[in-house]
């Protein structure tokens, strides 16, 4: 029995090794795959996330008042100041009825007015139902004005002649207490000139160097500046 006891324990040893072997094929591919499973990076496409869409622009406030004439001064009585306003639009005139005047556009947006003209001319203001509060700019000097509401047939006028084959433009300005001012413009003429004098009664007598002006009330069908 002694001599059969190193066989039996190599034969064992050898059944040990071999279910040892067994073992090792079936567990270790699993854990390899395990693991390669584990380190493999996923190569789904990932959508980009699209930004926020921006806010929509803030709506301008309507403005204060639909139709409106408004005409006054200065503080200082340097200059007459017309504006008149429809549908958010604006127009307005600066003159002193001697060598100042400016003709301007632009909006009314809320109470807010904001004209510009030539050579660098602007008015600004706040409105109300009743009044234009604001300054007014004309070469370079710079004024505040107060402007009352009016009704016809005060407000802002606009004449043109043809002078000689030359287009002529002039304003004339109306005060709630009657008082006209007015300026004259010719294209390439150095400086405005006095305007001829207006009767709001009768706009189609007027004259201008002899020649016949056609009048047009800058109010609810505004007349542009650059017409």
């Known amino acids: 029995m002694k001599k059969f006891a190193p066989l039996l324990t ?3 040893v050898a059944a040990l090794g071999a279910v040892l072997l067994v073992a090792n094929s079936v567990t270790g591919p699993t854990q390899q795959t395990v693991a390669a499973t584990a380190v493999t990076p996923s190569t789904a496409a990932v959508a980009p996330v699209a930004p926020p869409a921006p806010p929509p622009p803030p709506t301008p406030p309507p403005p204060v008042v639909v139709e409106k004439a408004f005409a ?3 503080s200082g009585n340097e200059v007459t100041v ?3 306003v ?3 639009r604006a127009v307005g005139y600066v003159c002193d009825g001697k060598r100042v005047e400016a003709w301007l556009e632009g909006t009314l947006v809320g109470d807010q007015l ?3 003209g030539a050579k660098d001319s602007t008015l600004s203001g706040t409105v109300t139902d009743g009044a234009a509060l604001g300054s007014v700019s004309v070469r370079g000097k710079q004024w505040p ?5 009016v009704q016809a047939p005060a407000g802002l006028y606009e004449g043109r002649a043809n002078v000689d084959g030359v287009a002529a433009r002039i304003g004339w300005i109306v005060e709630g207490n009657g008082r006209v001012t007015g300026n004259a413009s010719v294209p390439g003429g150095a400086e405005p000139l006095p305007a001829p ?3 709001p009664a009768a706009p189609n007598s007027i004259t201008f160097s002899g020649a016949p002006v ?3 009330v800058v109010g609810g069908d505004l007349v542009a500046p650059g017409r």
């Open 10 to 12: 190599l034969a064992a």
């Open 72 to 74: 006054g001064r200065s």
């Open 82 to 84: 017309a504006v008149a």
């Open 86 to 88: 429809s549908n958010g």
């Open 114 to 116: 904001t004209l510009t």
């Open 145 to 149: 004005y107060a402007a009352q509401a």
């Open 197 to 199: 004098p207006f009767d």
């Open 214 to 216: 056609t009048v047009t």
